[in-house]
Nanobody, 116 residues
C-alpha cells in the first residue's frame, strides 16, 4: 500500500479559500499522474483536477478558474488551491496517484465544508 497523506481540509465560508496538500511516499512520484477527486453524499466520486508527470493539468468544468493544482516532485507533494469556494464544493476530497491500472492509489480523504 502506498501512503498518500492528505491535509488542509476544513470549514470555510462561501467565497473563502482552502489549500489541500497530499504527500506521497514509496513511489517514484515524478512518474505518476496526481489527481484530486471529491465525493459528496449521495454522489459518485468525481475528478476535480489532475496533473500529469509532465505538468499538464486538467480540471472539472465546475472548478475551472477557481482551483489550481500543482506538484512539487522534489517534495513528493501535490496541492490543490481552492478559491472562491461555493457550498456545492462541499465534499470529501481524495488524493489519487496513478501510473497504471496496477499502480493506482488513494488517500484516506479530507473533508471540505463550505457554508453559505
Amino acid at each position: 500500500q502506498v501512503p498518500l497523506v492528505e491535509s488542509g481540509g476544513g470549514l470555510v465560508q462561501a467565497g473563502g479559500s482552502l489549500r489541500l496538500s497530499c504527500a506521497a511516499s514509496r513511489i517514484f512520484f515524478s512518474l505518476y499522474t496526481m489527481g484530486w477527486y471529491r465525493q459528496a453524499p449521495g454522489n459518485q466520486r468525481e475528478l476535480v483536477a489532475a496533473i500529469s508527470s509532465g505538468g499538464s493539468t486538467n480540471y472539472a468544468d465546475s472548478v475551472k478558474g477557481r482551483f489550481t493544482i500543482s506538484r512539487d516532485n522534489a517534495k513528493n507533494t501535490v496541492s490543490l488551491q481552492m478559491n472562491s469556494l461555493k457550498p456545492e464544493d462541499t465534499a470529501v476530497y481524495y488524493c489519487n496517484a496513478k501510473h497504471s491500472a496496477l499502480n493506482d492509489y488513494w488517500g484516506q480523504g479530507t473533508q471540505v465544508t463550505v457554508s453559505s
